[in-house]
Every structure is written in C-alpha cells, then in structure tokens.
Nanobody, 118 residues
Framework: VQLVESGGGLVQPGGSLRLSCAAS????????MSWYRQAPGKARELVAA????????SYADSVKGRFTISRDNGQNTVFLQMNSLKPEDTAVYYC????????????WGQGTQVTVSS
C-alpha cells in the first residue's frame, strides 16, 4: 500500500497550490479519502474529506471557500486545490485513506510541506 503526496512547496500569501495523492496497493474506489495537516507544535487536523464515489465532501471551517477536494477513481488519485493561501495554512499536508467497509483500516502518506510566506 502506498500513498504518495506531491505538489507542496513555497508560495506567497494569496497564491495557489494543487496537492496530489497517488494511491496504489488497494482498491481506491472503496476508500474515503481525506487531507490532514500538521503545523509545528500543533496537533494534526482534518482539512477536507471526500467520500469513496466523490459525491460527498466536507471541509474544515478554516478552509471553506478556499480549498477544494476532488478525486479521480480511474487514476487512483485525490487532489486538494488550495487557493487564497494564508501564512496559517503552512503545515505538512498528509493524505489519508479510510476503508468504507472497515473503518479502522486506514493508510497514511508521508506528507508534503506547504509553506506560505512572503
């Protein structure tokens, strides 16, 4: 099982980034997918989630209207489009997969750093 995030980097406030998470080794379409982030000295927090078929999405209040989660089950990939980035969005962003049938079965990616700074 692998979840490989990409697309992080350094961006100025107000800028945009698109994160990708490529999945392999499991049946992607049978898993809900989500993005978490962890800033230095803070707990990991849920940023956005999408259901297995993509019909249901949810967002943390802090990113509503700025971030969009999507998935391509044909390409086994989940995305996070991040617009109007703020310095407080700086964190390591992690991809997470949770089995629809067995909720305790979860996988994590290694994370990708997002830094918002001028």
């Amino acid at each position: 099982v692998q979840l490989v995030e990409s697309g992080g980097g350094l961006v100025q406030p107000g800028g945009s980034l698109r994160l990708s998470c490529a999945a392999s080794g499991f049946t992607f379409s049978s898993y809900h997918m989500s993005w978490y982030r962890q800033a230095p000295g803070k707990a990991r927090e849920l940023v956005a989630a999408i259901s297995s078929a993509g019909g249901s999405k949810s967002y943390a209040d802090s990113v509503k209207g700025r971030f969009t989660i999507s998935r391509d089950n044909g390409q086994n990939t989940v995305f996070l489009q991040m617009n109007s980035l703020k310095p407080e969005d700086t964190a390591v962003y992690y991809c997470n997969a949770q089995s629809v049938e067995i909720a305790m079965r979860r996988y994590w990616g290694q994370g990708t750093q997002v830094t918002v700074s001028s």
